[in-house]
């Protein structure tokens, strides 16, 4: 049976690698979630039907080759991300940092689940409760739920994808087939329109931190055409069905807010699918962020803080973020998360295919079933890297932003290591100021 908190810090042996389903099913979930429906309701309420088939298949052609790479890289280690980050290229503190990044996006989509949970609450109650009082309500619940060990969201677990799943059909039944669900009626006010470039920066920035998290799940995976099928099969459910369904929807019904799209379709089932669903969603985010956050300052400074404090001290900036008005900035946080967390993975399929500094030695004991008896502490070509494709991402107008940010790190930590970057701001820092 696969668990994701086992061989937190070893290799995970042959015989516990696990059958294709095994690993294809949980992997998959990571795209079966409404924010993967969001955004197809975005790109086709603000793309023509051509464009934005076009940013799916091309952003799923970046976001596939980059996950099964390094999904491929951590069935071949039996290793998770974030050990994976040590011996390519970042070493023990640069590995922390991705942890904080990992942990900070992850909480961005805390903040959108609960603000959908709060629409969902505030619409079934019709109006009786505020969106601010609700997104406070709920934010904090399930962080109190979540910080201090409550296992009741395990039985919404076991349903919530099914029922999930179940509203995506019963909505594309309703608007699609059955022709039921009217438009609503539009102010006249005129729609902000994407680029496909716009549109592939957002593709990516959706699914990117599930790339981030294959090694995790591959690491059980028992070869590279598994890795590869569990790859295939999450595009397919996730970008295909979920975001194609979501285009045709949203320019069916001429609108990509999804709360409109699900109370014109289903009205408060709907509602009650998309608070069930935000639960299941949500438990994971803010118990991965304060995870991530816990064991970052543990590498990197020995002290082992308090997960609960942890997790109440992010459940509370969470639930700000919902109050705030995060929701209304979904398009700006996917492109974010498209120019800044490409980088990070292109430097390391960089280092181990390519530049293979650090990571011959994760090869190299590979056979013993073990790990190298040495890393580097901080990789700063890695890092410096990483910091130039997210500001080419970011400040470069031309091209697509996510591919940009991608190319610059791949060729930028090429560059840097050949100079020794690392080498001279390890001197730099023992060097002591006069």
């Not at 922390?96 to 949970?117: H, K, M, R, Y």
């Not at 406070?136 to 994808?161: C, D, E, N, Q």
Request: hydrophobic residues 50%; positive net charge; contains cysteine.
């Amino acid at each position: 049976m696969m668990k994701i908190d086992d061989f937190p810090l070893s290799r995970v042996p042959a015989t516990s690698r696990v059958s294709l389903l095994s690993v294809a099913i949980v992997h998959m979930g990571m795209l079966t979630a409404l924010d993967q429906f969001m955004l197809g309701a975005v790109l086709g309420d603000s793309m023509p039907l051509g464009d934005a088939f076009t940013a799916i298949i091309l952003g799923s052609l970046i976001f596939g080759l980059i996950t099964f790479g390094f999904g491929y890289i951590g069935m071949k280690e039996g290793l998770s991300g974030s050990l994976l980050g040590r011996w390519c290229g970042f070493g023990k503190s640069g590995s922390a940092l991705i942890g904080v990044v990992v942990a900070i996006s992850l909480l961005g989509w805390f903040g959108i689940q609960n603000s959908l949970f709060a629409r969902s609450l505030s619409a079934a109650t019709e109006g009786k409760l505020s969106f601010s009082l609700a997104a406070t309500l709920s934010g904090l619940t399930l962080t109190l739920i979540v910080a201090f060990g409550f296992r009741a969201l395990r039985f919404t677990a076991r349903f919530a994808v099914p029922v999930f799943i179940a509203l995506i059909a019963w909505i594309s039944w309703h608007t699609l087939i059955s022709d039921h669900a009217s438009p609503p009626v539009m102010s006249g006010q005129s729609k902000e329109m994407l680029s496909i470039n716009a549109g592939i920066t957002l593709v990516v920035g959706g699914a990117i931190l599930a790339s981030l998290m294959t090694p995790d799940l591959t690491r059980y995976s028992k070869n590279g055409r598994h890795v590869l099928m569990i790859t295939l099969a999450t595009i397919i459910l996730g970008e295909f069905i979920i975001n194609g369904l979501a285009i045709f929807i949203a320019r069916k019904l001429n609108t990509g807010d999804i709360m409109s799209i699900i109370t014109l379709s289903t009205g408060s089932l709907g509602l009650l699918a998309v608070i069930c669903s935000t639960l299941r969603v949500n438990d994971l985010n803010l118990y991965s962020s304060a995870l991530g956050i816990v064991n970052a300052v543990e590498s990197t400074t020995g002290k082992k803080l308090s997960y609960s404090a942890v997790t109440l001290g992010l459940g509370v900036l969470g639930t700000g973020l919902s109050v705030w008005g995060i929701l209304d900035h979904f398009v700006d946080f996917l492109n974010l998360l498209g120019v800044v967390v490409p980088p990070v993975l292109g430097v390391m399929l960089t280092e181990y295919f390519v530049v293979k500094k650090y990571s011959v030695a994760l090869k190299t004991s590979r056979a013993d079933g073990t790990l190298p008896d040495k890393t580097v502490t901080t990789g700063w070509a890695a890092i410096l890297a990483s910091l130039a494709g997210s500001y080419v991402g970011l400040s470069v107008q031309w091209g697509a932003p996510t591919l940009n940010s991608f190319l610059v790190a791949c060729i930028s930590y090429i560059l840097f290591e050949s100079l020794k970057v690392s080498e001279w701001c390890g001197r730099l820092r023992r060097t002591p100021v006069r």
